[in-house]
């Protein structure tokens, strides 16, 4: 079975500053990996994906996430934030060929401090 | 048009009524999904349709009744909830795989509506 770990449930930073959210996975089997965004009182939006080629992943908003397979991580980045990018992060990944079914994991709270 | 759209946006209901969510999509995806989101958690996936046939049930008790009457809708039909069920429910869509099989059609990226904030009493 697959499952994703998020290692932070809330992260802090001041407006400006950079930050990574860590996401790790776990398959057997090939996967696909997403990052979705989820801001209050809204439904989640897609900011990047990786799905094959080359393992830097560039998606909306001015984020980046690196798939690295040794260390089954993808963890999402970006080199600075805004007041605006205050949301709920969600890493989630599926199984290729089976990808209808997406397993989220719980979720990092990002938290931009002025 | 890149929209999901939910209806209503709140509902609250007694544990004795009958109601039911809509989910409207006009981007020509072949595959839906209902999706239960309580507070700060993931969502948690509860049925797919694929074709418009159930493909996936998540072991969803049969208080929740989904529906797919054509390509471009979705319905979950409420009956008899229980408080516990009070939840933001989220309606996706997709790309569907290929019909037939698996094939190597990637589903892709699922578009989420905005949700329907559920309050059973």
């Known amino acids: 079975a697959q499952s994703v770990t998020q290692l932070d449930s809330q992260v802090p930073v001041f407006e400006e500053a950079p930050v990574e959210l860590r996401c790790n996975y776990s398959s057997s089997v090939s996967v696909y990996l997403f990052w979705y965004v989820q801001y209050p009182n809204q439904g989640l939006q897609l900011l990047l994906k990786y799905l094959s080629g080359s393992t830097l992943v560039k998606g909306i908003n001015g984020f980046e996430a690196e798939f690295n397979k040794s260390q089954t991580s993808f963890h999402l980045r970006k080199p600075s934030v805004h007041i605006s990018d205050t949301a709920e992060y969600f890493c989630?990944?599926?199984?290729?060929?089976?990808?209808?079914?997406?397993?989220f994991g719980k979720g990092t709270r990002l938290h931009i401090l002025p | 048009d890149t929209e999901v759209t939910q209806t209503p946006k709140h509902l609250v209901m007694g544990m004795t009524n009958k109601k039911s969510l809509k989910c409207e999509q006009h981007?020509?995806?072949?595959?839906m999904y209902w999706y239960k989101q309580k507070a700060k958690k993931p969502p948690e996936l509860m049925f797919v349709?694929?074709?418009?046939?159930?493909?996936i049930n998540e072991s969803v008790p049969s208080r929740f009744s989904p529906e797919c009457p054509n390509s471009s809708l979705l319905n979950l039909h409420l009956h008899a909830l229980q408080p516990e069920d009070s939840a933001l429910y989220l309606c996706?869509?997709?790309?569907?795989?290929?019909?037939?099989?698996?094939?190597?059609?990637?589903?892709?990226?699922?578009?989420f509506g905005p949700g329907t904030r559920l309050t059973v009493l």
């Open positions: 996706a869509s997709s790309q569907a795989r290929t019909a037939g099989g698996p094939g190597q059609l990637l589903v892709g990226e699922q578009f």
């Open positions: 989630a990944v599926s199984v290729v060929n089976r990808d209808d079914k997406i397993i």
């Open positions: 981007m020509g995806h072949r595959a």
């Open positions: 349709y694929s074709y418009e046939k159930l493909s």
